[in-house]
């Protein structure tokens, strides 16, 4: 009898310290996903207003001025960030309309593999700072249309690609 109520109690202690460590465990898990949830928000929030610096641009009427101001956005964005850890440069491409291009590029320089855009990075980084006051004030005087944001979806939906259109405004009344 004794044996037997030495055996009850050992196995009564066995099942408080599973039930302790079950709990740990627990614990553990809710603490560790409590910490995961909130390292994904904080990365969400980051991504958003990453893209809401960009997104401002995203309307029918941009002009001349505001795309380099976006232009100078995007490469401090893709200077600052390194493609080794996983960021895909951000690019700013803009279509003339037909017989057009950006004062003072040619199309040996600025137009994309497709043949259809201009890097609109590229093109105030290298040629806009070199045209004369005529030249950069007919740039700043044109206006694009945002036809394009393309997003990354394999890694955190930030945006790495904004197309334009050039547009004619139309002064009449």
């Given at each position: 009898?004794e044996?037997?109520?030495?055996?009850?109690?050992i196995?009564?202690?066995?099942?408080i310290?599973?039930?302790i460590v079950?709990l740990l465990?627990?614990g553990?898990?809710?603490?560790?996903?409590?910490r995961?949830?909130n390292v994904?928000s904080?990365?969400?929030?980051q991504i958003?207003?990453?893209n809401q610096?960009?997104?401002?641009?995203?309307?029918?009427?941009?002009?001349?001025?505001?795309?380099?101001?976006l232009?100078n956005?995007a490469?401090?964005?893709?200077n600052?960030?390194?493609?080794d850890?996983g960021y895909?440069p951000?690019d700013?491409?803009v279509?003339m309309?037909?017989n057009?291009?950006?004062?003072?590029?040619?199309?040996?320089?600025l137009y994309?593999e497709n043949?259809?855009?201009y890097?609109?990075i590229?093109?105030?980084?290298?040629i806009?700072p070199?045209?004369n006051e005529?030249?950069?004030?007919e740039?700043?005087?044109?206006?694009?249309?945002?036809?394009?944001?393309?997003y990354?979806?394999?890694?955190?939906?930030r945006?790495?690609?904004?197309?334009?259109n050039?547009v004619?405004?139309?002064y009449?009344i």
């Amino acid at each position: 009898m004794e044996n037997a109520s030495k055996a009850l109690i050992i196995a009564g202690g066995m099942l408080i310290a599973m039930m302790i460590v079950g709990l740990l465990v627990f614990g553990y898990n809710q603490i560790r996903q409590s910490r995961q949830s909130n390292v994904q928000s904080e990365e969400l929030q980051q991504i958003a207003e990453f893209n809401q610096k960009l997104e401002s641009y995203n309307k029918t009427a941009v002009r001349g001025y505001q795309m380099i101001s976006l232009a100078n956005l995007a490469q401090d964005f893709n200077n600052r960030y390194s493609e080794d850890s996983g960021y895909k440069p951000i690019d700013v491409i803009v279509k003339m309309q037909k017989n057009a291009r950006l004062p003072g590029a040619t199309d040996d320089e600025l137009y994309t593999e497709n043949k259809d855009y201009y890097d609109v990075i590229k093109y105030v980084r290298d040629i806009y700072p070199t045209l004369n006051e005529n030249r950069s004030n007919e740039f700043k005087q044109l206006y694009f249309e945002c036809t394009n944001v393309i997003y990354d979806e394999n890694a955190n939906g930030r945006i790495t690609r904004m197309e334009f259109n050039q547009v004619k405004v139309s002064y009449s009344i």
